[in-house]
C-alpha cells in the first residue's frame, strides 16, 4: 500500500493537480511541487523499491549493489545519449546558434512542417541519434514558432519526430545493431533497414500534415 501512494505516477500526478486547483502561493502547494518533480519523485521511488523489494526480503547491501550496477550498466549507453542530447539542445541556444539557423532556414521559404522534418532527419544522420537530433532539432525550431502562429507546437513536434526516426545510417548504433543481430550484410541493412526507417518517416510525415490540417 505504501509503494502505491509513493510511486512516481502518483506523485507527478498529485503535481498536475495541485498545480491546476491549488494557490501556489500556498505552503502546501509547495511541498507537492517539490514531491512531484520528476527527479524527486523518481529518487523516492527508487528507495522505496529498494526497501520494498531489498531490504525488506532480507537481501544484503552488497546483492543490492550488485543488482544496482547490473541495472545501470544495461541503461548506460541510453543516460550518456541523452544527456549527450541535452546538452547539445544546450551548446544551440546558449551560443545563439539556434536563432541564426531559424532566420536562414525562415528564409529559405519553406513549410515550416517539412522544414521541422527536414531539419530532425539531417542532424539524425549528421549525429547517429534519434534523441540527439529531436533535441538539436527543437531547439533549432522553436525560435521559429511565433513567425507560423497557424501551426501548432504540437504538430511541429509530431514533424521533428518523423524526420528524427529516418535515415538510420552507418551513424546510428541502433543501424550496427540490427546488421548484428539479423546476421545481415551492409547492403541488405541498407536495403531493408534503413529503407524501411525512410518510408516509416515519409509516412509519418504525410500524417502530420494531414493532422495539421483537421487540426
Not at 104 to 127: G, K
Not at 171 to 200: H, N, P, R
Request: proline share 3%; net charge negative; hydrophobic share 55%.
Amino acid at each position: 500500500m505504501i509503494s502505491r501512494w509513493v510511486s512516481s505516477r502518483v506523485l507527478l500526478l498529485t503535481k498536475t493537480a495541485a498545480e491546476l486547483n491549488m494557490d501556489h502561493g500556498t505552503t502546501v502547494y509547495t511541498i507537492l511541487e517539490f514531491l512531484g518533480n520528476p527527479i524527486t519523485a523518481m529518487f523516492i521511488a527508487a528507495f522505496v523499491a529498494y526497501y520494498i523489494f531489498g531490504i525488506k526480503q532480507n537481501m544484503g547491501m552488497s546483492v543490492l549493489l550488485e543488482k544496482t550496477e547490473g541495472a545501470f550498466a544495461s541503461i548506460a549507453n541510453i543516460l550518456l545519449i541523452i544527456g549527450a542530447g541535452g546538452a547539445f539542445n544546450g551548446v544551440l541556444k546558449g551560443s545563439g546558434l539556434a536563432d541564426v539557423l531559424a532566420q536562414i532556414l525562415f528564409n529559405l521559404d519553406m513549410h515550416p512542417i517539412l522544414l521541422a522534418w527536414l531539419v530532425a532527419i539531417i542532424l539524425h544522420a549528421a549525429v547517429g541519434s534519434a534523441t540527439v537530433a529531436m533535441m538539436g532539432a527543437t531547439a533549432i525550431v522553436a525560435p521559429m514558432l511565433p513567425l507560423y502562429p497557424d501551426i501548432s507546437p504540437e504538430i511541429i513536434t509530431l514533424a521533428i519526430g518523423s524526420g528524427a526516426i529516418g535515415c538510420t545510417i552507418v551513424t546510428d548504433s541502433l543501424f550496427w545493431l540490427v546488421k548484428q543481430y539479423c546476421g545481415a550484410s551492409m547492403s541488405e541493412t541498407f536495403k531493408y533497414y534503413t529503407t524501411a526507417t525512410f518510408i516509416a518517416s515519409f509516412v509519418a510525415l504525410g500524417g502530420t500534415f494531414l493532422l495539421s490540417y483537421i487540426i
